[in-house]
C-alpha cells in the first residue's frame, strides 16, 4: 500500500532543519500525499523557534497544494515524571502534538524510571503521538508502553529517521522490531515518520519497510495508509481531553 500522510517534519524554524515550509509542503504533494505535519522543535531545543511561531500559525492555511497541513510541535518529554516543555496554554494553537526524548533535554534514570515518564507522556491527555520511543535515547520497557498507548488512544511512532546509519543509533532497529511485535499481538496501530529534516525526505519510510514484512504487521494498522482513520484519531484524542 501507499502512504498517504506524513505527520512528522521539519523546516529551517526548527534550526537544524534545510527546506522552507512551502518546499516541504510541494515535496508531500509531488508524491501525493493528503496530509502533512509540520512539527517543528520545542523551546528545550538549541536553536529552535520561539513559541511566537506556534502562536502566530494561524496565517498559515489548513490546505496547499491539494494537501491538507497539520501545524504543530514536536514537545520534549523531560524527565521521568513526564513533564514537558510546552504548556497547557499552547496546546490548543497545535493541530498535531507529539511528545518525544530528546538526549539534549532529558533527565533520564533506571529503565524502570524511564518507562515511567514515558508513559506518563502517553497518559497525557494532550499528546496524540509519541515520537521515536524505539530510537535507544532512553531505555524503556515496550510492552506496558504499548499497553499504555493503546489505553490512552495515543500513537506510538515508528520513526525512518533514527534508523539513518548516521545517527549512530544501534538499538534502533531492534527496539522497533520490539514495538511492532507488541503492537501486533495487542491490536494497537503505529503511525511512521520520516522525521524529514529537508523535504527530499519527506514520507521517506525506506528503513522502515523492512520491518514490517520481518514482523508481518498488518496493514490496518498502519495509520499511514488511511488518512479517514487518522482524522477520525485526531477527533477522538480531541475528545477525551475535554
Avoid at 66 to 90: A, F, K
Avoid at 102 to 123: D, F, L, Q, V, Y
Avoid at 142 to 151: D, G, R, S, T
Wanted: glycine share 8%; net charge negative.
Amino acid at each position: 500500500m501507499r502512504p498517504l500522510l506524513d505527520i512528522h517534519t521539519h523546516t529551517v524554524a526548527s534550526g537544524h532543519a534545510y527546506s522552507s515550509l512551502q518546499e516541504m509542503v510541494q515535496a508531500a504533494a509531488d508524491k501525493g500525499l493528503q496530509m502533512l505535519g509540520i512539527t517543528e522543535h520545542g523551546p528545550s531545543i538549541p536553536g529552535t523557534c520561539p513559541l511566537l511561531y506556534f502562536k502566530n500559525m494561524g496565517v498559515i492555511p489548513k490546505e496547499i497544494n491539494g494537501v491538507r497541513l497539520l501545524m504543530g510541535c514536536e514537545i520534549n518529554i523531560l524527565d521521568t515524571e513526564g513533564h514537558i516543555d510546552i504548556g497547557e496554554e499552547m496546546m490548543d494553537k497545535l493541530e498535531i502534538r507529539i511528545a518525544g526524548i530528546h538526549s539534549i533535554c532529558w533527565k533520564g534514570g533506571s529503565r524502570e524510571e524511564n518507562t515511567k515518564g514515558m508513559i506518563a507522556a502517553i497518559k497525557n491527555p494532550y499528546i496524540q503521538i509519541i515520537a521515536h520511543p524505539g530510537d535507544g535515547t532512553a531505555d524503556l520497557d515496550f510492552e506496558p508502553i504499548v499497553l499504555a498507548a493503546k489505553a490512552a488512544h495515543t500513537l506510538l511512532e515508528i520513526n525512518n529517521h533514527s534508523m539513518a546509519p548516521f545517527r549512530d543509533k544501534l538499538t534502533s532497529r531492534p527496539n522497533n522490531l520490539d514495538i511492532l511485535r507488541y503492537c501486533k499481538k495487542y491490536d494497537v496501530p503505529v503511525i511512521l515518520g520520516s522525521d524529514a529534516h529537508v523535504s527530499y525526505q519527506v514520507a521517506d519510510y525506506e528503513r522502515i519497510w523492512p520491518l514490517l514484512a520481518e514482523t508481518d504487521f498488518p496493514d490496518a494498522l498502519v495509520m499511514n495508509f488511511w488518512p479517514e482513520k487518522f482524522k477520525q484519531f485526531l477527533a477522538d484524542k480531541g475528545t477525551s481531553k475535554k
